[in-house]
Protein backbone atom coordinates (compact mmCIF):
# COMPACT_ATOMS: atom_id res chain seq x y z
CA UNK A 1 0.00 0.00 0.00
CA UNK A 2 1.55 3.38 -0.83
CA UNK A 3 2.13 5.57 2.49
CA UNK A 4 -0.91 8.23 3.67
CA UNK A 5 -0.78 11.51 2.46
CA UNK A 6 1.41 13.87 4.84
CA UNK A 7 3.06 17.37 4.14
CA UNK A 8 6.50 15.06 4.15
CA UNK A 9 5.50 13.16 1.46
CA UNK A 10 4.32 16.21 -0.52
CA UNK A 11 7.49 17.83 0.06
CA UNK A 12 9.07 14.70 -0.89
CA UNK A 13 7.60 14.50 -4.00
CA UNK A 14 7.80 17.97 -4.89
CA UNK A 15 11.74 17.82 -4.80
CA UNK A 16 11.76 14.72 -6.81
CA UNK A 17 10.12 16.01 -9.24
CA UNK A 18 12.16 19.13 -9.39
CA UNK A 19 15.50 17.16 -9.23
CA UNK A 20 13.79 15.05 -12.22
CA UNK A 21 12.76 17.61 -14.63
CA UNK A 22 15.40 20.04 -13.96
CA UNK A 23 18.22 17.51 -14.69
CA UNK A 24 19.98 17.15 -11.32
CA UNK A 25 19.24 13.57 -10.84
CA UNK A 26 22.88 11.67 -10.06
CA UNK A 27 20.96 9.10 -11.47
CA UNK A 28 21.98 8.84 -15.62
CA UNK A 29 20.56 6.01 -17.19
CA UNK A 30 17.08 6.14 -18.07
CA UNK A 31 13.66 4.60 -16.45
CA UNK A 32 13.11 2.08 -18.85
CA UNK A 33 17.18 0.98 -18.38
CA UNK A 34 16.29 0.95 -14.20
CA UNK A 35 13.26 -1.41 -14.70
CA UNK A 36 15.44 -3.66 -16.82
CA UNK A 37 18.67 -3.37 -14.27
CA UNK A 38 16.81 -3.07 -10.66
CA UNK A 39 14.33 -6.10 -9.70
CA UNK A 40 12.90 -3.83 -6.62
CA UNK A 41 12.21 -1.24 -9.01
CA UNK A 42 10.26 -3.29 -11.46
CA UNK A 43 7.73 -4.21 -8.97
CA UNK A 44 6.50 -0.58 -8.16
CA UNK A 45 6.06 -0.02 -11.85
CA UNK A 46 2.77 -1.06 -12.84
CA UNK A 47 1.85 -2.54 -16.02
CA UNK A 48 0.16 0.84 -17.21
CA UNK A 49 3.48 2.18 -16.61
CA UNK A 50 5.70 0.30 -18.93
CA UNK A 51 2.93 0.59 -21.71
CA UNK A 52 3.47 4.38 -21.65
CA UNK A 53 6.90 3.91 -21.93
CA UNK A 54 6.63 1.83 -24.62
CA UNK A 55 4.75 4.17 -26.47
CA UNK A 56 7.81 7.05 -25.34
CA UNK A 57 9.94 4.55 -26.95
CA UNK A 58 8.08 4.74 -30.27
CA UNK A 59 8.48 8.60 -30.35
CA UNK A 60 10.33 8.57 -33.80
CA UNK A 61 9.88 8.93 -37.50
CA UNK A 62 6.74 9.45 -39.11
CA UNK A 63 4.88 9.85 -35.07
CA UNK A 64 7.89 12.49 -34.33
CA UNK A 65 6.66 14.59 -36.98
CA UNK A 66 3.34 14.07 -36.57
CA UNK A 67 2.73 14.77 -33.18
CA UNK A 68 5.78 17.79 -33.29
CA UNK A 69 3.49 19.69 -35.71
CA UNK A 70 0.52 19.78 -33.19
CA UNK A 71 2.56 20.47 -30.37
CA UNK A 72 4.36 23.18 -32.18
CA UNK A 73 1.81 24.63 -33.08
CA UNK A 74 -0.50 24.45 -30.15
CA UNK A 75 2.73 25.93 -27.92
CA UNK A 76 3.25 29.21 -30.20
CA UNK A 77 -0.71 30.51 -29.48
CA UNK A 78 -1.25 33.39 -26.46
CA UNK A 79 -2.61 33.20 -23.58
CA UNK A 80 -5.06 35.26 -22.07
CA UNK A 81 -7.18 35.65 -18.76
CA UNK A 82 -10.55 37.28 -18.57
CA UNK A 83 -13.20 38.15 -16.17
CA UNK A 84 -16.77 36.89 -17.29
CA UNK A 85 -18.85 40.13 -17.30
CA UNK A 86 -22.64 41.46 -17.45
CA UNK A 87 -25.67 39.19 -18.09
CA UNK A 88 -23.43 36.20 -19.16
CA UNK A 89 -21.76 36.20 -15.52
CA UNK A 90 -23.71 33.40 -14.74
CA UNK A 91 -22.79 31.08 -17.73
CA UNK A 92 -20.34 28.44 -17.80
CA UNK A 93 -16.83 28.75 -19.02
CA UNK A 94 -16.89 25.47 -20.66
CA UNK A 95 -20.35 27.05 -22.46
CA UNK A 96 -17.82 30.10 -23.55
CA UNK A 97 -14.91 28.07 -24.33
CA UNK A 98 -17.29 26.13 -26.83
CA UNK A 99 -18.06 29.53 -28.19
CA UNK A 100 -14.24 30.81 -28.72
CA UNK A 101 -12.87 27.49 -30.16
CA UNK A 102 -16.48 26.99 -32.46
CA UNK A 103 -16.30 27.46 -36.28
CA UNK A 104 -17.75 30.77 -36.01
CA UNK A 105 -15.10 31.94 -33.03
CA UNK A 106 -13.34 34.30 -35.18
CA UNK A 107 -16.54 36.36 -34.91
CA UNK A 108 -16.76 36.53 -31.60
CA UNK A 109 -13.13 37.52 -31.09
CA UNK A 110 -12.40 41.29 -30.47
CA UNK A 111 -9.43 41.82 -32.88
CA UNK A 112 -7.11 43.45 -29.88
CA UNK A 113 -7.95 41.32 -26.93
CA UNK A 114 -8.61 38.37 -28.58
CA UNK A 115 -11.29 37.67 -26.41
CA UNK A 116 -15.43 37.08 -27.20
CA UNK A 117 -16.56 41.14 -26.62
CA UNK A 118 -19.68 40.55 -24.79
CA UNK A 119 -18.51 38.33 -22.01
CA UNK A 120 -15.27 38.30 -20.98
CA UNK A 121 -13.49 41.62 -20.04
CA UNK A 122 -9.58 40.63 -20.80
CA UNK A 123 -6.92 41.12 -18.01
CA UNK A 124 -4.23 42.52 -18.92
CA UNK A 125 -1.93 41.36 -15.95
CA UNK A 126 -2.22 38.59 -14.07
CA UNK A 127 -0.40 36.01 -11.30
CA UNK A 128 -1.26 33.42 -13.83
CA UNK A 129 0.24 34.62 -16.84
CA UNK A 130 3.37 35.31 -15.06
CA UNK A 131 3.49 32.17 -13.85
CA UNK A 132 2.58 30.14 -17.35
CA UNK A 133 5.65 32.66 -18.86
CA UNK A 134 7.86 30.63 -16.43
CA UNK A 135 6.02 27.44 -14.97
CA UNK A 136 9.43 25.99 -13.16
CA UNK A 137 12.92 26.63 -13.57
CA UNK A 138 13.68 24.10 -16.14
CA UNK A 139 11.07 25.68 -18.54
CA UNK A 140 9.47 28.26 -20.52
CA UNK A 141 6.21 28.64 -21.58
CA UNK A 142 6.35 27.25 -24.90
CA UNK A 143 8.40 23.98 -24.02
CA UNK A 144 6.14 23.78 -21.10
CA UNK A 145 3.04 23.77 -23.74
CA UNK A 146 4.90 21.47 -25.63
CA UNK A 147 5.60 18.88 -23.16
CA UNK A 148 2.19 18.29 -22.01
CA UNK A 149 0.83 18.06 -25.70
CA UNK A 150 3.30 15.50 -26.76
CA UNK A 151 2.49 13.12 -23.81
CA UNK A 152 -0.98 13.64 -24.61
CA UNK A 153 -0.75 13.04 -27.96
CA UNK A 154 2.06 10.02 -27.40
CA UNK A 155 0.33 8.16 -24.59
CA UNK A 156 -3.42 9.73 -24.55
CA UNK A 157 -3.05 11.09 -21.20
CA UNK A 158 -0.35 13.88 -19.33
CA UNK A 159 -0.53 15.66 -15.69
CA UNK A 160 0.21 19.08 -14.50
CA UNK A 161 1.98 19.23 -11.15
CA UNK A 162 1.38 22.44 -9.20
CA UNK A 163 3.66 22.89 -6.02
CA UNK A 164 4.31 25.91 -3.90
CA UNK A 165 7.18 25.92 -1.83
CA UNK A 166 7.64 27.02 1.56
CA UNK A 167 9.20 30.02 0.86
CA UNK A 168 6.27 30.58 -1.19
CA UNK A 169 7.25 29.55 -4.75
CA UNK A 170 4.69 28.59 -7.27
CA UNK A 171 5.87 26.10 -9.89
CA UNK A 172 3.93 23.92 -12.24
CA UNK A 173 5.63 20.80 -14.03
CA UNK A 174 4.74 18.74 -16.77
CA UNK A 175 4.60 15.05 -15.57
CA UNK A 176 5.23 12.18 -17.66
CA UNK A 177 2.12 9.07 -17.71
CA UNK A 178 4.57 7.03 -17.13
CA UNK A 179 5.39 8.78 -13.65
CA UNK A 180 1.85 9.00 -12.31
CA UNK A 181 -0.94 7.54 -12.11
CA UNK A 182 -4.19 7.76 -10.35
CA UNK A 183 -4.59 5.75 -6.76
CA UNK A 184 -7.62 3.14 -7.94
CA UNK A 185 -7.81 2.84 -4.06
CA UNK A 186 -8.98 6.63 -3.56
CA UNK A 187 -12.10 8.69 -5.03
CA UNK A 188 -11.79 9.55 -8.22
CA UNK A 189 -8.93 12.54 -8.20
CA UNK A 190 -8.45 12.36 -4.62
CA UNK A 191 -4.98 11.30 -4.87
CA UNK A 192 -2.06 10.07 -7.24
CA UNK A 193 0.93 7.86 -6.59
CA UNK A 194 4.14 9.53 -7.85
CA UNK A 195 6.32 6.12 -9.33
CA UNK A 196 9.78 6.54 -10.71
CA UNK A 197 12.78 4.54 -10.48
CA UNK A 198 14.19 6.81 -8.02
CA UNK A 199 11.54 6.12 -5.11
CA UNK A 200 12.07 2.69 -3.61
CA UNK A 201 8.01 2.70 -2.72
CA UNK A 202 5.18 4.87 -4.78
CA UNK A 203 4.75 8.05 -3.05
CA UNK A 204 1.31 9.57 -2.70
CA UNK A 205 0.27 13.09 -3.56
CA UNK A 206 -2.57 15.26 -3.40
CA UNK A 207 -4.79 15.43 -5.98
CA UNK A 208 -6.37 18.85 -5.52
CA UNK A 209 -2.21 19.88 -6.99
CA UNK A 210 -2.63 17.54 -9.66
CA UNK A 211 -4.43 17.84 -12.85
CA UNK A 212 -5.04 14.53 -15.44
CA UNK A 213 -5.57 15.55 -18.97
CA UNK A 214 -6.49 12.23 -20.78
CA UNK A 215 -8.29 10.87 -24.13
CA UNK A 216 -10.51 8.52 -22.55
CA UNK A 217 -11.03 4.82 -23.83
CA UNK A 218 -14.72 4.21 -24.74
CA UNK A 219 -14.57 0.68 -23.13
CA UNK A 220 -13.65 2.39 -19.81
CA UNK A 221 -13.92 5.74 -19.45
CA UNK A 222 -11.59 6.32 -16.68
CA UNK A 223 -8.59 5.11 -18.23
CA UNK A 224 -6.38 6.43 -21.24
CA UNK A 225 -6.13 5.84 -24.90
CA UNK A 226 -4.14 7.67 -27.75
CA UNK A 227 -4.00 7.05 -31.55
CA UNK A 228 -0.83 5.94 -31.04
CA UNK A 229 -2.10 2.69 -29.38
CA UNK A 230 -4.71 2.04 -32.14
CA UNK A 231 -2.18 2.13 -34.84
CA UNK A 232 1.06 0.41 -33.08
CA UNK A 233 0.46 -2.31 -35.66
CA UNK A 234 1.27 0.58 -38.21
CA UNK A 235 3.80 1.98 -35.97
CA UNK A 236 5.45 -1.52 -36.10
CA UNK A 237 5.87 -2.03 -39.92
CA UNK A 238 7.08 1.60 -40.48
CA UNK A 239 9.70 0.38 -37.58
CA UNK A 240 10.51 -3.20 -39.30
CA UNK A 241 10.48 -1.67 -42.99
CA UNK A 242 12.99 1.19 -41.89
CA UNK A 243 15.48 -1.87 -39.96
CA UNK A 244 15.32 -3.88 -43.40
CA UNK A 245 16.50 -0.98 -45.25
CA UNK A 246 19.09 -0.73 -42.54
CA UNK A 247 20.30 -4.15 -42.70
CA UNK A 248 20.48 -4.32 -46.15
CA UNK A 249 23.37 -1.33 -46.26
CA UNK A 250 24.96 -2.81 -43.03
CA UNK A 251 25.28 -6.81 -44.39
CA UNK A 252 25.04 -5.46 -48.81
CA UNK A 253 28.49 -5.50 -50.92
CA UNK A 254 27.62 -2.93 -53.18
CA UNK A 255 30.02 -2.95 -56.51
CA UNK A 256 28.30 -0.72 -59.37
CA UNK A 257 29.69 -2.91 -62.26
CA UNK A 258 30.76 -5.99 -62.57
CA UNK A 259 33.21 -6.46 -65.06
CA UNK A 260 33.83 -9.84 -66.79
CA UNK A 261 37.74 -10.58 -68.25
CA UNK A 262 38.09 -12.32 -71.27
CA UNK A 263 38.95 -15.68 -71.35
CA UNK A 264 42.89 -17.24 -71.97
CA UNK A 265 44.10 -17.70 -75.83
CA UNK A 266 43.92 -21.12 -77.33
CA UNK A 267 47.20 -22.19 -79.14
CA UNK A 268 46.22 -20.29 -81.69
CA UNK A 269 46.27 -16.87 -79.28
CA UNK A 270 42.70 -16.46 -80.08
CA UNK A 271 40.68 -15.27 -77.03
CA UNK A 272 37.58 -17.90 -77.50
CA UNK A 273 34.27 -16.87 -75.56
CA UNK A 274 33.39 -19.75 -73.51
CA UNK A 275 37.03 -20.42 -72.22
CA UNK A 276 38.38 -20.37 -68.71
CA UNK A 277 38.67 -17.30 -67.24
CA UNK A 278 42.16 -16.49 -65.72
CA UNK A 279 42.54 -15.96 -62.34
CA UNK A 280 44.46 -12.54 -61.67
CA UNK A 281 46.60 -11.38 -58.92
CA UNK A 282 45.98 -9.00 -56.59
CA UNK A 283 48.21 -6.41 -58.60
CA UNK A 284 46.64 -7.00 -61.95
CA UNK A 285 42.79 -6.25 -60.81
CA UNK A 286 43.99 -2.94 -59.15
CA UNK A 287 45.91 -2.32 -62.44
CA UNK A 288 42.92 -2.88 -64.47
CA UNK A 289 40.23 -1.06 -62.48
CA UNK A 290 42.66 1.69 -61.91
CA UNK A 291 42.50 1.82 -66.22
CA UNK A 292 38.91 1.51 -66.27
CA UNK A 293 38.27 4.59 -63.99
CA UNK A 294 40.66 6.48 -65.75
CA UNK A 295 38.71 6.00 -69.17
CA UNK A 296 35.19 6.24 -68.10
CA UNK A 297 35.05 7.27 -64.48
CA UNK A 298 33.37 10.73 -63.42
CA UNK A 299 30.37 12.44 -64.73
CA UNK A 300 32.55 13.89 -67.57
CA UNK A 301 32.47 10.75 -69.18
CA UNK A 302 28.97 9.91 -68.36
CA UNK A 303 26.96 8.15 -71.16
CA UNK A 304 30.61 7.17 -72.85
CA UNK A 305 30.47 3.65 -74.78
CA UNK A 306 32.89 1.16 -73.06
CA UNK A 307 34.70 -1.53 -76.05
CA UNK A 308 34.41 -5.46 -74.54
CA UNK A 309 37.60 -6.71 -76.61
CA UNK A 310 39.50 -9.80 -75.44
CA UNK A 311 40.11 -8.38 -72.27
CA UNK A 312 36.84 -7.02 -71.28
CA UNK A 313 34.26 -9.62 -72.29
CA UNK A 314 31.14 -8.29 -70.48
CA UNK A 315 30.13 -5.06 -68.02
CA UNK A 316 26.73 -5.26 -66.52
CA UNK A 317 25.09 -3.56 -63.09
CA UNK A 318 24.31 -5.57 -60.50
CA UNK A 319 23.40 -2.98 -57.59
CA UNK A 320 19.91 -2.12 -57.09
CA UNK A 321 18.69 0.77 -57.35
CA UNK A 322 17.22 3.05 -54.33
CA UNK A 323 13.50 2.33 -55.43
CA UNK A 324 14.35 -1.33 -55.44
CA UNK A 325 15.09 -0.78 -51.85
CA UNK A 326 12.53 0.38 -50.43
CA UNK A 327 9.07 -1.12 -49.98
CA UNK A 328 7.17 1.05 -51.98
CA UNK A 329 3.70 0.45 -51.51
CA UNK A 330 4.05 -0.42 -47.94
CA UNK A 331 5.99 2.60 -46.87
CA UNK A 332 2.99 5.22 -48.15
CA UNK A 333 0.39 2.78 -46.73
CA UNK A 334 1.84 2.83 -43.54
CA UNK A 335 2.59 6.38 -43.59
CA UNK A 336 -1.20 7.23 -44.20
CA UNK A 337 -2.66 5.40 -41.67
CA UNK A 338 -0.37 7.24 -38.87
CA UNK A 339 -0.94 10.66 -40.59
CA UNK A 340 -4.58 9.95 -40.83
CA UNK A 341 -5.06 8.56 -36.77
CA UNK A 342 -3.51 12.21 -35.58
CA UNK A 343 -5.59 13.69 -38.69
CA UNK A 344 -2.80 15.61 -40.08
CA UNK A 345 -2.30 16.33 -43.66
CA UNK A 346 1.05 15.57 -45.41
CA UNK A 347 0.69 19.29 -46.50
CA UNK A 348 1.02 20.72 -43.22
CA UNK A 349 4.58 19.16 -42.30
CA UNK A 350 5.74 20.68 -45.20
CA UNK A 351 5.37 17.46 -48.26
CA UNK A 352 4.61 19.83 -51.12
CA UNK A 353 4.77 17.24 -54.43
CA UNK A 354 1.88 17.33 -56.08
CA UNK A 355 -0.26 20.41 -53.69
CA UNK A 356 -1.29 23.32 -54.26
CA UNK A 357 -2.10 26.93 -52.79
CA UNK A 358 -5.65 26.00 -52.77
CA UNK A 359 -4.97 22.39 -50.95
CA UNK A 360 -3.00 23.76 -48.69
CA UNK A 361 -4.97 26.34 -47.44
CA UNK A 362 -7.93 23.44 -46.73
CA UNK A 363 -5.23 21.64 -45.50
CA UNK A 364 -3.96 24.01 -42.97
CA UNK A 365 -7.60 24.66 -42.04
CA UNK A 366 -8.50 21.33 -41.54
CA UNK A 367 -5.19 20.93 -39.30
CA UNK A 368 -6.64 24.59 -37.12
CA UNK A 369 -10.27 23.04 -36.78
CA UNK A 370 -10.16 19.16 -35.97
CA UNK A 371 -6.44 18.98 -34.18
CA UNK A 372 -4.93 22.29 -32.55
CA UNK A 373 -8.29 24.04 -31.36
CA UNK A 374 -9.75 21.11 -29.69
CA UNK A 375 -6.22 20.38 -27.82
CA UNK A 376 -6.33 23.87 -26.84
CA UNK A 377 -9.85 23.99 -25.46
CA UNK A 378 -8.75 21.17 -23.48
CA UNK A 379 -5.84 22.73 -22.01
CA UNK A 380 -7.97 25.84 -21.83
CA UNK A 381 -10.45 24.48 -19.42
CA UNK A 382 -8.03 22.29 -17.56
CA UNK A 383 -5.97 25.85 -16.57
CA UNK A 384 -9.04 27.32 -15.91
CA UNK A 385 -10.80 24.67 -13.67
CA UNK A 386 -7.27 24.00 -12.02
CA UNK A 387 -5.03 26.73 -11.76
CA UNK A 388 -7.11 30.04 -11.73
CA UNK A 389 -9.34 29.09 -8.89
CA UNK A 390 -5.95 28.85 -6.79
CA UNK A 391 -4.96 32.85 -7.68
CA UNK A 392 -8.92 33.73 -7.41
CA UNK A 393 -11.87 34.02 -6.23
CA UNK A 394 -14.15 35.84 -9.26
CA UNK A 395 -15.64 34.17 -12.27
CA UNK A 396 -11.97 33.95 -14.11
CA UNK A 397 -11.28 32.08 -17.57
CA UNK A 398 -8.13 31.34 -19.11
CA UNK A 399 -7.66 30.25 -22.86
CA UNK A 400 -5.41 30.15 -26.03
CA UNK A 401 -5.65 32.32 -28.03
CA UNK A 402 -7.64 29.70 -31.11
CA UNK A 403 -5.37 28.50 -34.15
CA UNK A 404 -6.19 29.91 -37.47
CA UNK A 405 -5.65 29.07 -40.88
CA UNK A 406 -3.44 31.13 -42.56
CA UNK A 407 -4.44 32.88 -46.08
CA UNK A 408 -2.80 36.27 -47.23
CA UNK A 409 -5.11 36.92 -49.62
CA UNK A 410 -8.29 36.36 -48.43
CA UNK A 411 -7.29 38.43 -45.10
CA UNK A 412 -6.01 41.68 -47.16
CA UNK A 413 -9.20 41.52 -49.24
CA UNK A 414 -11.33 40.96 -46.00
CA UNK A 415 -9.81 44.16 -44.57
CA UNK A 416 -9.68 45.93 -47.73
CA UNK A 417 -13.51 45.66 -47.42
CA UNK A 418 -14.04 46.57 -44.17
CA UNK A 419 -11.73 49.88 -45.27
CA UNK A 420 -14.18 50.56 -48.05
CA UNK A 421 -17.20 50.34 -45.68
CA UNK A 422 -15.32 52.37 -42.73
CA UNK A 423 -15.48 49.35 -40.08
CA UNK A 424 -12.02 49.68 -39.67
CA UNK A 425 -9.78 52.62 -39.18
CA UNK A 426 -6.78 53.88 -41.06
CA UNK A 427 -4.42 52.99 -38.20
CA UNK A 428 -5.79 49.56 -37.62
CA UNK A 429 -5.26 48.84 -41.26
CA UNK A 430 -1.81 50.43 -40.70
CA UNK A 431 -0.81 47.99 -38.62
CA UNK A 432 -2.62 45.25 -39.59
CA UNK A 433 -2.10 44.69 -43.29
CA UNK A 434 0.63 47.32 -43.84
CA UNK A 435 2.65 46.32 -41.13
CA UNK A 436 3.48 50.46 -40.07
CA UNK A 437 3.25 51.89 -36.70
CA UNK A 438 -0.08 54.82 -36.28
CA UNK A 439 0.10 58.43 -37.27
CA UNK A 440 -1.74 61.38 -35.86
CA UNK A 441 -3.03 62.21 -39.65
CA UNK A 442 -7.02 62.74 -39.88
CA UNK A 443 -9.00 60.11 -41.91
CA UNK A 444 -9.40 60.46 -45.57
CA UNK A 445 -12.28 62.02 -46.81
CA UNK A 446 -14.44 59.53 -48.75
CA UNK A 447 -14.99 61.88 -51.71
CA UNK A 448 -10.92 61.48 -51.67
CA UNK A 449 -10.76 58.20 -51.74
CA UNK A 450 -13.71 57.67 -54.14
CA UNK A 451 -13.37 60.60 -56.95
CA UNK A 452 -17.03 59.38 -58.19
CA UNK A 453 -18.66 61.19 -55.17
CA UNK A 454 -18.11 64.32 -56.26
CA UNK A 455 -20.21 63.82 -59.19
CA UNK A 456 -22.94 62.68 -57.48
CA UNK A 457 -22.65 65.76 -54.58
CA UNK A 458 -22.34 68.32 -57.94
CA UNK A 459 -26.01 66.66 -58.75
CA UNK A 460 -27.04 66.62 -55.07
CA UNK A 461 -26.35 70.27 -54.54
CA UNK A 462 -28.21 70.99 -58.22
CA UNK A 463 -31.04 70.02 -57.08
CA UNK A 464 -30.96 72.19 -53.85
CA UNK A 465 -30.15 75.01 -56.02
CA UNK A 466 -32.98 74.51 -58.11
CA UNK A 467 -35.49 73.93 -54.89
CA UNK A 468 -36.04 70.74 -56.04
CA UNK A 469 -34.50 69.33 -52.33
CA UNK A 470 -34.47 71.15 -49.13
CA UNK A 471 -31.09 71.82 -47.62
CA UNK A 472 -32.92 70.16 -44.38
CA UNK A 473 -32.63 67.23 -46.52
CA UNK A 474 -29.01 67.44 -47.82
CA UNK A 475 -27.42 68.10 -44.76
CA UNK A 476 -28.98 64.68 -43.78
CA UNK A 477 -27.49 62.99 -46.74
CA UNK A 478 -23.88 64.28 -46.07
CA UNK A 479 -24.30 63.42 -42.32
CA UNK A 480 -25.56 59.63 -43.27
CA UNK A 481 -23.89 59.15 -46.29
CA UNK A 482 -20.18 60.64 -45.95
CA UNK A 483 -20.50 61.02 -42.13
CA UNK A 484 -19.93 64.63 -42.32
CA UNK A 485 -21.03 66.17 -38.73
CA UNK A 486 -23.97 68.14 -38.54
CA UNK A 487 -22.33 71.57 -38.04
CA UNK A 488 -19.94 70.71 -41.42
CA UNK A 489 -23.02 69.72 -43.64
CA UNK A 490 -25.32 72.57 -42.48
CA UNK A 491 -22.37 74.83 -43.41
CA UNK A 492 -21.58 73.41 -46.81
CA UNK A 493 -25.90 73.69 -47.19
CA UNK A 494 -26.27 76.96 -46.27
CA UNK A 495 -23.91 78.04 -48.70
CA UNK A 496 -25.84 77.36 -51.41
CA UNK A 497 -27.79 79.41 -53.15
CA UNK A 498 -31.54 78.28 -53.73
CA UNK A 499 -33.32 79.47 -56.80
CA UNK A 500 -37.06 81.25 -55.76
CA UNK A 501 -38.92 79.40 -57.27
CA UNK A 502 -41.28 76.85 -55.11
CA UNK A 503 -39.93 73.28 -54.82
CA UNK A 504 -43.62 72.30 -56.27
CA UNK A 505 -43.50 74.10 -59.29
CA UNK A 506 -43.39 72.11 -62.47
CA UNK A 507 -42.81 73.16 -65.70
CA UNK A 508 -45.87 71.80 -68.02
CA UNK A 509 -45.78 71.35 -71.56
CA UNK A 510 -48.28 73.49 -73.84
CA UNK A 511 -51.71 71.58 -74.45
CA UNK A 512 -52.05 71.17 -78.31
CA UNK A 513 -54.90 68.98 -80.25
CA UNK A 514 -52.25 68.42 -83.14
CA UNK A 515 -51.73 65.08 -84.09
CA UNK A 516 -48.51 63.59 -84.14
CA UNK A 517 -47.65 61.74 -87.40
Avoid at 48 to 61: A, D, G, H, I, V
Avoid at 165 to 190: F, H, M, V
Avoid at 245 to 253: L, P, R, T, W
Amino acid sequence: MPPSLTAESIADAAAHVKMCLSGHSKRSSTVIDKINKNEKATQIFSSSSRKKEQLYSLFKNWVYICTSAIAERAAGQDVYVGKIIGENADQSSRSILSKLYGRSGSKLRNRHFKAPIQEILPVMSHRVLDLLAKPNPAQYRPAFVQSIALSLLITGETYIFYDKTEDGQEYIWPLPSSWIEPDKSKNIGESYLLRTSALSQPVAIDGSNVARIYNPDPKNPLEAISALETQFSAVNIDEKILRSQDASFDNGIFPHLVIRAGGMPDEDGIVRKGQSLPVLTQAQRKQIVGAIRKLWGGVQHSGDPIILDGLIEDVFKVSRTPNEMDWQNSVGQVKGRIFQAYKVNPIVVGEITGANRAQAIIADRQFCDNVVNPLLSQLSLVFTYFLLPKFSSDRMILWFDPSTPSDDDARNKAWDTARRNRDVTKNEYRCEILDLPPDDLPELSPVISNPGVITVLGDLFAKVEAGFLSPESCSIVLQEVLFMDEDKANKIVNGIKVSEKPTNQIQEEPETNEVLV
